[in-house]
């Protein structure tokens, strides 16, 4: 199992923004790994993922293009980084790890989620 803590949130201006999401537990090199958002009144979004070496990831549209998903399974660390924000970035950001080596549909990689965070607001403000 692995336990996740997502931090890097709070009020950003239009810009960049960094989140991490910490596991403990030796197991995160086991999963692949997901970032959802929802924000206010909006369903949740499949945001990025990345496969459980870093050689394969995924963006959802919004993101693509400005956004990079990474890991280090030393530090067993996930990130994501967003720049030129805009005020659709808003919302709680999730990690969650996932046994499906399939990140390319949202609803495989849901059916493979053992654990995900408590989340990190994001508010962009310009």
């Known amino acids: 199992q692995v336990h996740l803590v997502e931090s890097g949130g709070g009020l950003v201006t239009e810009g960049s923004m960094r989140l991490s999401c910490a596991a403990s537990?030796?197991?995160?090199?086991?999963?692949?790994m997901g970032w959802f958002r929802q924000g206010d009144g909006k369903a949740r979004e499949y945001v990025a993922a990345i496969n459980w070496d870093g050689s394969d990831t995924f963006y959802t549209d919004s993101v693509k293009g400005r956004s990079t998903i990474s890991r280090d399974n030393d530090k067993n660390t996930l990130y994501l980084q967003v720049n030129n924000l805009k005020a659709d970035d808003t919302g709680v950001y999730y990690c969650e790890a996932s046994r499906s080596p399939d990140i390319r549909w949202s609803r495989n990689f849901l059916r493979g989620v053992e654990e995900w965070g408590q989340g990190t607001l994001v508010t962009v403000s310009s």
């Open positions: 537990g030796r197991s995160f090199k086991e999963f692949s």
